[in-house]
């Protein structure tokens, strides 16, 4: 009796093979100059290899979430609050409906004990972007947060240091990274600043501290930049400083994609997010007065979970070259221009 043959193996892929294949296809035409693209100032190639990965390349940890797996991220609707009472009715419905925090924009001083009734903290996690009066009601948060005991995830992003109650979970000192045409220079102004204020200020550089970053449409740049902001920070800052990323997707509506395009990007950006390393995200829906888009935003990050199942590997991209690359790429020239910054 035979033994059955060995299946064939694919070809491995050689730059020189695709090189080849492209220039073919291309009728002649240079591959790398047709096809290379410049993303905010950034080469994007079309071909990577093993060559082009760096030597330590870096890769999200693993979570230690028993509940919500090891690429843990808390999905955290916007309830825009104008009055208390309404904006913790729309923040109960979410939390009812499967979310697993809110991300509340007050539009002025609010009574907490209203606007968090029945809200129990210690089991999700609740984002604060203040509008008027942002000390004042930082204040009335840090009383708030005195009257109960356990952890309070989330973050408060006021753009100042203020003092709240001691608690780790907590990220007191939140900044929000503008979509920017210069990515570099932006993220590196908001880091350097940030590090300089914590390191010359009575808060010590230990302090919890969280970045809200808006996430586009352009996939793996998106990922990339979420990882190198992580990377670049933990960098400077040692494990002092836990970093919460919070990721944003803004609604997206041409025309030529209606009635349904924010599903479309929505989905892709909160991809992105999750795969760049977002602690928690925010899908914004196209209207907020409209319960159904509201729903529709809020089940993007539950279907990833719960379906897709992105939950169940820590950094299901580690070892993609493209994203390695691309990474250690960002990573080294938002390093470059913070140390520039922190020297001058």
Same mark, same amino acid.
Request: proline share 8%; with cysteine; glycine share 6%.
């Given at each position: 009796?035979?033994?059955?043959?060995?299946?064939?193996?694919?070809? #491995?892929?050689?730059?020189?093979?695709?090189?080849?294949?492209?220039?073919?296809?291309?009728?002649?035409?240079?591959?790398?100059?047709?096809?290379?693209? %410049?993303?905010?100032?950034?080469?994007?190639?079309?071909?990577?290899?093993? #060559?082009?990965?760096?030597?330590?390349?870096?890769?999200?940890?693993?979570?230690?979430?028993?509940?919500?797996?090891?690429?843990?991220?808390?999905?955290?609707?916007?309830?825009?609050?104008? #009055?208390?009472?309404?904006?913790?009715? %729309?923040?109960?419905?979410?939390?009812?409906?499967?979310?697993?925090?809110?991300?509340?924009?007050?539009?002025?001083?609010?009574?907490?004990?209203?606007?968090?009734?029945?809200?129990?903290?210690?089991?999700?996690?609740?984002?604060?972007?203040?509008?008027?009066?942002?000390?004042?009601?930082?204040?009335?948060?840090?009383?708030?947060? @005195?009257?109960?005991?356990?952890?309070?995830?989330?973050?408060?992003?006021?753009?100042?240091?203020?003092?709240?109650?001691?608690?780790?979970?907590?990220?007191?000192?939140?900044?929000?990274?503008?979509?920017?045409? @210069?990515?570099?220079?932006?993220?590196?102004?908001?880091?350097?600043?940030?590090?300089?204020?914590?390191?010359?200020?009575?808060?010590?550089?230990?302090?919890?501290?969280?970045?809200?970053?808006?996430?586009?449409?352009?996939?793996?740049?998106?990922?990339?930049?979420?990882?190198?902001?992580?990377?670049?920070?933990?960098?400077?800052?040692?494990?002092?400083?836990?970093?919460?990323?919070?990721?944003?997707?803004?609604?997206?509506?041409? %025309?030529?994609?209606?009635?349904?395009?924010?599903?479309?990007?929505?989905?892709?950006?909160?991809?992105?997010?999750?795969?760049?390393?977002?602690?928690?995200?925010?899908?914004?829906?196209?209207?907020?007065?409209?319960?159904?888009?509201?729903?529709?935003? &809020?089940?993007?990050?539950?279907?990833?979970? #719960?379906?897709?199942?992105?939950?169940?590997?820590?950094?299901?991209?580690?070892?993609?070259?493209?994203?390695?690359?691309?990474?250690?790429?960002?990573? %080294?020239?938002?390093?470059?221009?913070?140390?520039? &910054?922190?020297?001058?």
């Amino acid at each position: 009796m035979n033994s059955p043959s060995k299946p064939e193996r694919f070809p #491995e892929g050689t730059r020189q093979a695709w090189e080849q294949a492209a220039r073919e296809e291309l009728q002649g035409t240079d591959p790398w100059q047709k096809l290379t693209r %410049e993303v905010q100032g950034v080469p994007i190639r079309p071909f990577y290899s093993k #060559e082009d990965a760096p030597e330590a390349p870096f890769h999200l940890a693993a979570a230690d979430s028993g509940f919500l797996g090891p690429r843990t991220w808390y999905n955290c609707p916007r309830v825009i609050v104008n #009055e208390p009472k309404e904006g913790n009715a %729309e923040a109960l419905e979410h939390l009812q409906q499967g979310a697993d925090g809110v991300f509340f924009e007050l539009k002025g001083p609010v009574d907490f004990n209203t606007l968090l009734k029945k809200i129990e903290w210690p089991i999700c996690a609740l984002h604060f972007l203040p509008g008027a009066d942002p000390e004042s009601t930082a204040r009335s948060l840090a009383n708030y947060m @005195t009257s109960f005991s356990g952890p309070a995830r989330g973050a408060w992003y006021g753009n100042g240091l203020l003092e709240f109650p001691a608690n780790r979970s907590f990220h007191v000192i939140g900044e929000s990274i503008p979509s920017s045409p @210069t990515l570099v220079d932006t993220v590196a102004d908001h880091i350097a600043r940030l590090y300089s204020a914590l390191r010359d200020s009575r808060n010590n550089i230990s302090s919890p501290v969280a970045f809200r970053v808006e996430t586009g449409a352009d996939f793996f740049f998106e990922i990339s930049r979420l990882r190198a902001i992580r990377h670049v920070w933990e960098r400077l800052a040692q494990p002092d400083s836990p970093l919460h990323l919070h990721a944003c997707s803004s609604p997206w509506t041409p %025309e030529a994609y209606a009635p349904h395009a924010n599903m479309l990007k929505a989905t892709t950006a909160t991809m992105a997010a999750i795969l760049g390393g977002a602690d928690s995200v925010t899908v914004d829906p196209e209207a907020y007065d409209q319960p159904m888009q509201r729903r529709v935003a &809020r089940n993007v990050a539950i279907l990833l979970r #719960e379906e897709s199942r992105f939950a169940k590997v820590a950094d299901p991209l580690a070892g993609a070259y493209f994203v390695d690359h691309l990474t250690h790429d960002l990573s %080294e020239r938002i390093w470059s221009a913070v140390s520039s &910054r922190l020297r001058s």
